[in-house]
Every structure is written in C-alpha cells, then in structure tokens.
C-alpha cells in the first residue's frame, strides 16, 4: 500500500508497516534502502550505491526503481547519473524499519489501523514497606472481648460440637453486628464489621472463619479451595484482619 509522501507524518505506522513489508520482499532492496540511508548525505548516485552494497548496476536501479515506487525514496540526478535521495520521515525510522522487514514475527505484531493489536508492557512498582504500618494483635487486646481475660485458660477449647454458623452467630452478639453474613466460595472475608473496638475506638474487622471441619494444623493450603483466603481477605476495607481456629495454628498464618 503506498501513501503519498504529505501523509507521511498523520499515518505512520502504516507507512512503516508498508515500508517494512516492501523491503523485506527482496534482500536487494534492503540492502539499497539502508545504503541511501546511511551517513550524512541527502542523495546517493547509483556508482556509489554499487559501492556501498558490492551489486551490479542493473541490481541497484532495479532495487531503487522499486523503492521509488513504493515513495520510500526520491529519484533525482547527480551529474547526470541517477541517484537517490532520502525521506525525512524514512531517515527519522530507519532502524525500526530495517528490523521489522528483519522480523515476520515482528512485523505481524506491529500495530496499524489495519491490524490493530493491544500492546502490553511490564511495569515493576516497587512498593516501600515503610509507609505500612502494621500491629500483632491477640483477642486480649481487642476492647470488644475483654471479658476473654478472665477465661481460665485451663479450660477445655472449643470442641468439634461448635459449628462455625454457631461461632460466628455469637460472635456477632459480642460485637453488636447485625448484618447477615452468607457464605460462599469467593467471599472476601466471613464476617466484615465497623462494630469493633480496639484501642478505645471503633475499627473495621475482616475475619476469616474456620470451623471444625478443617482438621489438624492450620497451614496456607486450608485457607480457601484455592489457599487464597488469607488475600482476598485483606481486600476488605478494614483496619483489624483475623483468623479464628480451635486448634493450632502454622507460624506462616499467626
């Protein structure tokens, strides 16, 4: 697809595209085209271009009559000899265009209005740990079990007879939370409230649950069907993340 040179700079990716695709189509051509783009010189004659690429001259005009074709160059006089003068807009995309018409690969990924394709880049964000600020916290701390202090704790845990629909209920009654609270398989967190109090204030809890179903130590891969309970719960907007278990838990989840 040829463009009128006046077009050039309001479609350019298609102009590379195309010019890509013309000098790929034959080493001659590439060969022509990166000699007339190289160095400090607006035209080239053809004596020098055969220099420069070591082709004979019936090679080069063939090469240049193509790309003159095309309007990748301009086809002037240079004491009489043919010659070949440089694009301004060809000479500012020299490289890529050589290493498009280098790479098919390449070149069918290039985005054009005729091919238009989504482009991804990698971007690192390096997050600094030191505006985070973060506090271990234990039931004894929170204001809203105080009366857990009292709790002998000689007594017997809490046993498989304790349903997690059970704990949680009570749960709610301690707090003062009335929302109803539905399990499902993607929940961010099984209980979310803003009844809290930590420090003498009010602070929104994430809390995940595990009942007496799970058994043995509480490890990574019994937080969720997938092990990512313990992230989607700290995608709720809350102050106060726990986890309640009655049996042990793997230091990695404390």
């Not at 070949?84 to 098919?104: C, T, W």
């Not at 690969?105 to 482009?119: C, D, G, M, Q």
């Not at 809490?158 to 707090?175: M, R, T």
Request: hydrophobic letters at 35%; a positive charge.
């Amino acid at each position: 697809m040829v463009h009128p040179v006046s077009d050039l700079g309001s479609n350019p990716n298609e102009n590379i595209d195309n010019a890509a695709r013309v000098i790929r189509r034959s080493s001659h051509r590439r060969l022509v085209f990166t000699a007339v783009y190289t160095g400090k010189r607006r035209s080239k004659a053809v004596s020098d271009l055969m220099k420069a690429t070591s082709l004979i001259r019936t090679r080069v005009l063939d090469a240049g009559k193509k790309l003159a074709d095309a309007q990748l160059v301009k086809t002037t006089k240079i004491n009489g000899q043919t010659a070949y003068e440089k694009i301004g807009f060809y000479q500012s995309n020299r490289q890529k265009i050589l290493s498009l018409a280098a790479s098919p690969a390449k070149l069918s990924a290039f985005p054009t209005k005729r091919n238009p394709r989504a482009t991804a880049e990698v971007v690192q964000i390096r997050l600094s740990s030191g505006g985070a600020q973060h506090q271990h916290v234990t039931v004894d701390d929170i204001d809203s079990f105080h009366r857990v202090r009292s709790v002998d704790s000689d007594e017997p845990e809490i046993g498989d007879e304790l349903s997690e629909a059970q704990f949680k209920s009570g749960l709610q009654k301690i707090i003062g939370e009335g929302g109803r609270f539905k399990d499902w398989g993607s929940e961010i967190a099984d209980l979310f409230t803003t009844q809290l109090r930590l420090g003498g204030r009010r602070r929104p809890m994430a809390i995940a649950l595990k009942g007496p179903g799970t058994k043995g130590k509480l490890t990574p891969g019994k937080m969720g069907k997938n092990g990512d309970q313990i992230q989607r719960l700290f995608g709720a907007p809350a102050d106060v993340f726990l986890v309640q278990y009655c049996r042990q838990v793997e230091p990695a989840r404390r």
